[in-house]
């Protein structure tokens, strides 16, 4: 299902994976995190359940004839940050083949030895009961992330029964996270609740809180984190108006 353009050691690296959700909240995190780290894109994905799409350049590094298309596959490395992989999807899965999309992707996952996943996503802010609570919610499966996101404060999803329920908004995160639990494939849920609108700002607190855990962001003099924004974020509401309208 993913083809590889250049070969890649993932072992013991870290996948971030976005839903396509309310807002494209997740989506546009990662273009945050391709953007800033400038990642390098190494395979591509094709797979009946993704709906295909095809576009110009997305990111600055991209401006050399190359096109965006549904699912790509981006990788950074190197001595001062973790190996940090992200899988951009940019088109909703078609419900009747999204079982079929995650076997082939935990199939990926295992053969080539990640350490752990992240789901990216957004929830309706009308479902959020509780408004003096954080707008950030996690689930995780890995008994190793506990200290580290007691200390950082971060609110898990608690509920009367076990099982972890449909994220409404968040489009196939909660199903994906319920295949890697019953998988045993270590994985974290993050998301966020939000109203539809401009999302950019709540892109950017997205990438800013998920860098609490990994801290794998550069960051300003000041100690804040500095994000270079993808120059496909100048149409996110659309082209300008030609002026032959008026």
Known sequence: MIKLTTPV???GGTLIIPSVCVGNVAQLSVDLIIE????KKVGIIWHPALIPIIGPPAYWQDFKDTTTSAGELFVHSDENSPKLSVLQIRSPLVASLMQD?????????????FKEVIILCSCYAHEKHTIQESPFVYRTTNENHKDKLDSLKWQSYTAADASFPHILGGGFASQLFRNFEERNIPSMILFKYVS??????????????????????????DGSVRLTIPPSWKFLFGNCPPQSMF
């Open 36 to 39: 800033t780290l400038k990642m």
């Open 196 to 221: 539809e609108g401009d999302n950019a700002p709540d892109a950017r607190e997205m990438v800013i809180k998920l860098n609490e855990f990994l801290e794998f962001l550069p960051k300003k003099e």
């Open 101 to 113: 999309f995650f076997a082939n992707l935990m199939e990926f996952i295992e053969k080539e030895k």
């Open 9 to 11: 050691n993932f072992t």
